[in-house]
């Protein structure tokens, strides 16, 4: 993936972030919906950011919603700047804001039960139960009372499912604690652990009523979440539609107003005076993974188990297809120079040829510094990796028949886009299949390499003036393009 940043004092010309979100807002909406797996690429999404599956990502998505209000605050300002959640006129961040005042009103229940005593009266004697006691022990005239007991108690519906919610929040706030770089990423200083917000939350799990729920054998179902989403309570019925929205967020139950707040995050759009921050590249590939599978009818994530760069696997008729983002093969493919991997060239009859004597250098090197100096050259290239990768099965045989490759740069300058389209025919010439750690056949056939129907390849970029002449097995996608199916 690459991409360009603006001069200082130039305008940055390429198709802006909010643009990017509003194209795939929808897409992400319903392939997330479906199954598709994205987290290889929203790991990338912010450097200071260790993520590893979209529910992390979501989990900070739900903890930034709303906004902190003052610690003097006793309700919510009439406008309330709110992005998400969408549906929702405040989010997490302000009802935690206001979560320790309003524990002052928490409900409470009369609950009655009648026990046995001996020889001793407590509360108010149920002559019936007594009765019926003293002749189950067949004495009528022992000094056995059931007496009817009542005590006060906060095991309500309402209260459990504030209990439920604040524990969410609090281990969804534990899970980002672990994965944000808490010296850089300054859009979480609102959760730091000496925080308002952190301190208003351990107040409520240590209000010593809520916390006698901690070990209450209750599971708050969605039909108890309902039932306290229509409360009176303000305090109920909000904690009540978070844990609603956050159950939803958990089952990737996320519509596009939801997809956009989510996309339109800070995390997206990373700080462009850090040079080792690229703006918005995570979006630019997402753009381009969507345009990709909506050329299928319906692909969706298999439960199968495979590496994390799986982004999606389908099956139509007996072709079975996978979808692979930033991925270098595993032990089924390689995209590396075969350099120590060469053609005998022992027939060439001149000495002069370049690729003879690159042969012979590259040979002599490799003996040596080893026999010099002991040190063993490595074996091979670095590892290649295509921005994503799609693969054509059989499904009978297992054998992967066609590949397409893509490359995405977003850039509307030539010259990094002629990087890209070099990077991808290298791709695609060099791309072979492994078995058992051995090359055995590649994709490509001479004479004329590029003709080969068994490697099609995308370069994918944003707007940059170029030629229609061209390889006929590369197509050059623009921003806007449909993607036409590969195979």
Not at 95 to 121: N, W
Not at 234 to 251: G, T, V
């Amino acid at each position: 993936m690459g991409v360009d940043a603006a001069e200082p004092g130039q305008d940055d010309l390429r198709t802006p972030a909010e643009e990017l979100v509003r194209e795939i807002a929808s897409s992400f909406s319903v392939y997330l919906g479906r199954g598709i797996q994205l987290d290889s690429i929203l790991e990338n999404v912010d450097p200071t950011l260790n993520i590893e599956n979209i529910d992390e990502l979501l989990d900070i998505h739900f903890l930034l919603s709303g906004e902190k209000l003052s610690p003097q605050a006793e309700q919510r300002p009439p406008r309330l700047e709110v992005d998400v959640p969408v549906t929702l006129d405040y989010g997490v961040m302000d009802f935690i804001s206001l979560l320790r005042r309003r524990l002052r009103r928490l409900y409470t229940t009369t609950k009655r039960e009648t026990q046995q005593f001996e020889g001793q009266l407590r509360g108010r004697i149920n002559w019936q139960e007594t009765i019926k006691a003293r002749y189950r022990e067949g004495n009528p005239d022992s000094l056995t009372f059931a007496c009817e007991l009542t005590e006060e108690t906060v095991t309500t519906p309402e209260n459990l499912v504030l209990w439920e919610l604040l524990t969410t929040i609090h281990d969804a706030h534990s899970r980002a604690s672990d994965i944000v770089d808490q010296d850089e990423a300054t859009w979480f200083d609102l959760w730091l652990d000496d925080s308002m917000l952190q301190n208003h939350l351990e107040a409520g799990l240590s209000d010593v009523y809520l916390s006698s729920l901690k070990d209450a054998d209750v599971t708050v179902s969605d039909r108890m979440i309902r039932a306290v989403s229509e409360s009176r309570s303000p305090l109920y019925r909000e904690a009540a539609d978070l844990l609603n929205w956050y159950r939803r967020l958990k089952r990737h139950d996320i519509d596009d107003s939801e997809a956009k707040s989510l996309l339109g995050r800070q995390l997206f759009y990373p700080d462009p005076k850090r040079e080792d921050y690229d703006e918005v590249p995570t979006l630019f590939e997402l753009y381009w993974v969507f345009r990709l599978l909506e050329a299928y009818d319906n692909p969706r994530l298999r439960l199968i188990t495979g590496p994390t760069d799986l982004v999606a696997a389908w099956r139509e008729s007996e072709t079975q297809y996978e979808l692979y983002h930033n991925w270098t093969g595993g032990n089924m493919l390689t995209f590396k120079p075969p350099v120590f991997d060469r053609e005998d060239l022992a027939e060439s009859k001149d000495e002069d040829r370049y690729l003879r004597r690159l042969d012979h250098l590259l040979n002599t090197q490799a003996r040596s510094t080893e026999a010099v100096f002991g040190h063993q050259r490595p074996t091979s290239p670095d590892e290649r990796r295509p921005d994503f990768v799609l693969l054509r099965r059989d499904v009978d045989t297992d054998e992967i028949e066609r590949i397409a490759i893509g490359e995405v740069k977003y850039t509307r300058l030539q010259s990094t886009a002629a990087d890209g389209l070099e990077e991808l025919l290298e791709y695609m010439i060099y791309a072979r299949k492994e078995k058992n750690g051995s090359e055995t056949r590649y994709f490509t056939t001479g004479p004329d390499h590029f003709a080969t129907p068994a490697v099609q390849g995308f370069l994918c970029i944003d707007q940059v003036p170029h030629s229609a002449v061209g390889d006929p097995s590369v197509d050059i996608l623009e921003f806007g393009d449909r993607v036409s199916r590969p195979f």
